[in-house]
């Protein structure tokens, strides 16, 4: 369902992805890790057609990202990691604008959108009453969820998805999701948040530096490095245990 | 949370089947109107209280409409005169305004950083962005346009070379001007992307945003003062060689070419309008308009992570320096100081708001002082000057009250401080130091300058002794410390109402240090406001010092 072959991307000098070569096969949850600035957000901004590669090639859904973007477009959903939506649209005005952009007329729309309310736990009168600007977090993320899921996209991709929701919305959120790959979709799945990521995904790859440095089931993956969990593996290989010994010296620099 | 079965995929519309490549059919109108909303409703709504959050877009494009109306009454002025000159001032202002419109709202409406996020992964073609948005600028601006010159037409149908022909071939070339100036800004915005990047575009386009808009007010106020003086020197007729440089000749002379005297050159000028607007349209939205994508694209990349650090350098040495190393002794005041001499530097938001509200502030001493010459008032032109400049860091500080970060000022809640008393002062003075002094310093210029009296600076005292209170003044009424206020807030505050009572203010301050001056008082009359002023200033400080953070909301 993805297919992507030694994809680069550059900003001037700096070189944010580094021939990042990977497939994901239809209906698997792929965990896609790796510390600040490793480049999975571009990764991810390359593979939705919202960033220009500089090398490489992909393809999502059957679709060459460059020579079919639209098409690439129509069948991804995406939820940014900047949760950004248009502030000044009620959240209704917004999700029926989403719908009407992939071609879902108001009529379709309008039931999907409250099934999206259901299971979110938001009234439609929030949706209706409320500019976005004046919304939780929480219930911001809830809508570019929606926004993303609406138009029944084979592949989505969620980049630190559960930034704002509630523990509840996040259990459900996690189900969902793992119902939405059995039925078939292939989701990929960033995000700082490891045990979650360890329990969701049937897949991590973790990139750092733009590179990719690992690639298989979590489980496998601890045994193989010796690892006791997915978090330990990450802290390994991205230099985390370092990072831990020199928290606890600077934390030392506070005695009074 | 109810159960996921809800969501079974059955349930959902399949993908609709469509020709490879196409987008949906009705894109164009769903985006033309997000784009419409967004344009009138403002981008952000965050942190305002619901029943403030603007709602209706047809109220705010309606009072807008009106102030344009308004304006244009302008026009009435030119009863009598050829249809040439009608037209050639009705489209100067015009051109103008709309000018100072677009400018101001094509960066935001064009290139959007939160928009990429938003929609740079939906089946929408860049084309159709840009295509939706120039329609949006196109339609407003049209409306705009059409309010101004509906005083205008009358006068035209009444030109002793005019008549009913006038409506029709005025509103063509309107139309074509309106064209003519949002294909301007596109194409201005185009290029810049192509040769400077995006990083230094941005800056770039503020920098030329607040030029333009303060061109735009300081013209629309100092135009007509000019006309009114120099009236009988410049006889505008389409046959003087230098018309040809000026837009708006171009379409006065379509005007005339279609319903006025309709001689040669004016047919010479209307055809140049219509040959430029094609051309200038067409670089915009055809040309370059793949140049559009590649900048969409570009905005959803991180940024270059150019630091200002010699600007940073000079302002933290400027701090360090005395006298303001003495008058910022206090490390809050000083942190308060350098945060808002940051943003009023460097923020595209505070710039576009700050400098083209207070840059009319300026023009109306040199007014004044041109009227003055004509003798009609020769002392009352500095008087009121010290005391109308004197609001100049009233207004200042007021306004650095709003940012689009403003949530970030939750910063100075959380820090060990009671109040926002010393956070204040460091604004206040920021204000004071950048913006007050230069706009005190060129008045002072203009006054030598256009009176030729040196004398006259001192009638300038007593507006300017009371600097300090005026500037403390919205910092005692609000409390409020800097960029800690949402911007749409501050648009929905009475800007005109504030603007007149500044006036008022500065009106009744200068009136009896005029009588002072007059009657040999005028030393007394300092010292009298002196202690006042001094009496008033520490009331109000001591009072600042005691407020407390409010609740938020």
């Known amino acids: 369902m993805i297919s992507v072959q030694q994809l680069t991307k550059r900003f ?10 990977f497939e994901v096969p239809a209906g698997q949850i792929v965990g896609f890790l790796g510390p600040n600035g490793a480049g ?40 940014p990691d ?11 005005e917004y999700l029926e604008m989403v719908a009407a952009l992939y071609g879902i007329p108001s009529e379709a729309a309008q039931p999907r959108i409250r099934q999206f309310l259901a299971f979110f736990d938001l009234s439609f009168e929030t949706l209706t009453d409320k500019l976005l600007g004046a919304y939780s977090k929480g219930m911001r993320r809830k809508v570019v969820i929606t926004a993303a899921l609406l138009h029944n996209p084979p592949v989505v991709f969620f980049d630190e998805p559960l930034d704002g929701l509630d523990a509840n919305a996040a259990v459900g959120f996690k189900a969902l999701i793992q119902t939405l790959a059995r039925e078939g979709k292939t989701i990929v799945y960033s995000s700082h948040i490891l045990d979650v990521v360890e329990r969701v995904c049937d897949r991590v790859i973790i990139v750092d530096r733009g590179r990719l440095l690992v690639d298989g089931r979590p489980d496998e993956l601890a045994a193989s490095h010796g690892a006791n969990s997915l978090e330990q593996l990450f802290t390994r290989l991205t230099g985390g245990e370092e990072m831990e010994r020199r928290a606890q010296d600077f934390a030392r620099t506070f005695r009074p | 949370m109810n159960v996921p079965p809800q969501l079974d995929a059955s349930a959902v519309p399949p993908l609709i089947p469509r020709e490879p490549g196409s987008v949906a059919p009705d894109a164009d109108r769903v985006l033309r109107k997000l784009f419409l909303t967004l344009f009138l409703r403002g981008r952000s709504s965050r942190g305002l209280r619901v029943e403030k959050a603007p709602k209706s877009v047809l109220q705010k494009l309606g009072v807008t409409t009106l102030l344009y109306a308004v304006f244009g009454l302008i026009a009435l002025s030119f009863l009598g005169k050829p249809v040439f000159a009608v037209s050639a001032f009705i489209h100067a202002m015009t051109l103008m305004f709309l000018g100072m419109f677009v400018a101001a709202s094509a960066g935001e409406v064009l290139f959007n950083r939160e928009e990429s996020d938003i929609l740079g992964h939906r089946p929408v073609r860049p084309q159709a962005l840009l295509r939706a948005k120039v329609r949006v600028l196109l339609s407003v601006s049209l409306v705009l346009a059409a309010a101004m010159n509906l005083a205008a037409l009358a ?33 201005t915005y185009q290029l810049c992307l192509r040769w400077f990047g995006r990083e230094r575009l941005d800056s770039w386009m503020t920098t030329a945003q607040v030029m333009v808009s303060i061109a735009a007010v300081i013209g629309a106020q100092l135009v007509p003062q000019i006309m009114i003086r120099f009236g009988h ?3 505008i007729t389409a046959e003087r060689w230098w018309i040809l440089a000026l837009p708006p000749a171009w379409f006065a002379g379509l005007d005339d070419a279609l319903a006025g005297r309709g001689g040669t050159s004016s047919w010479v000028l209307g055809g140049l309008g219509t040959a430029a607007t094609g051309v200038i349209a067409w670089l915009a939205l055809e040309r370059l308009a793949g140049d559009y994508e590649s900048g969409l694209k570009t905005l959803t990349e991180r940024p270059a992570g150019a630091k200002p650090r010699a600007a940073r350098r000079w302002r933290v040495r400027l701090t360090e320096a005395v006298p303001l190393r003495w008058w910022l002794r206090d490390p809050v005041s000083r942190a308060s100081f350098l945060l808002t001499a940051a943003y009023l530097i460097r923020d595209r938001d505070v710039k576009l708001r700050v400098y083209p509200a207070l840059a009319p502030m300026l023009v109306v001493p040199v007014i004044l002082l041109l009227r003055g010459r004509q003798g009609t008032a020769d002392f009352f032109g500095p008087a009121f000057i010290g005391s109308y400049l004197g609001l100049l860091p009233m207004m200042g500080v007021e306004l650095m009250e ?6 970030a000022a939750d910063v100075f809640r959380s820090a060990p401080v009671p109040g926002p008393a010393r956070l204040c002062h460091g604004a206040r003075r920021a204000v004071l130091c950048f913006l007050a002094l230069p706009g005190m310093a060129l008045a002072a210029a203009a006054c030598l300058i256009l009176t030729r009296e040196p004398s006259y600076l001192l009638l300038m005292l007593p507006g300017l002794m009371a600097v300090p209170v005026f500037a403390l003044f919205p910092n005692w009424k609000n409390g409020t410390p800097p960029l800690s206020r949402p911007v749409e807030e501050g648009k929905a505050a009475g800007r ?15 009136v009896p240090a005029l009588w002072a001056w007059e009657n040999g008082w005028f030393g007394w009359w300092l010292f009298g406001e002196g202690l006042v002023l001094g009496a008033l200033y520490a009331a109000m400080r001591i009072s600042l010092s005691r407020t407390r953070w409010s609740s938020p909301e």
């Open chain 1, 12 to 21: 001037g000098a700096q070189t944010a992805v580094d021939a990042l070569t």
């Open chain 1, 40 to 79: 999975k957000s571009t990764t991810l901004k390359m593979l939705t057609g919202m960033l220009d590669p500089t090398s490489g090639t992909a393809t999502v859904a059957g679709f060459d990202l460059r020579q079919d973007p639209i098409e690439v477009k129509r069948r991804v959903g995406f939820v």
């Open chain 1, 82 to 92: 900047s949760g950004a939506v248009f502030e000044s649209l009620s959240g209704l």
């Open chain 2, 155 to 187: 006068v035209g149908v009444l030109a002793p070379d005019g008549g009913w022909r006038f409506p029709p071939a005025h509103a063509a070339s309107l139309a074509l001007e309106t064209v003519l100036c949002v294909g301007g800004v596109v194409l």
């Open chain 2, 233 to 235: 020197r410049l006889e």
């Open chain 2, 402 to 407: 709003f940012s689009q970060q403003w949530q």
């Open chain 2, 496 to 510: 005109a109402l504030g603007s007149i009572l500044v006036m008022i203010a500065a009106m009744l301050l200068s």
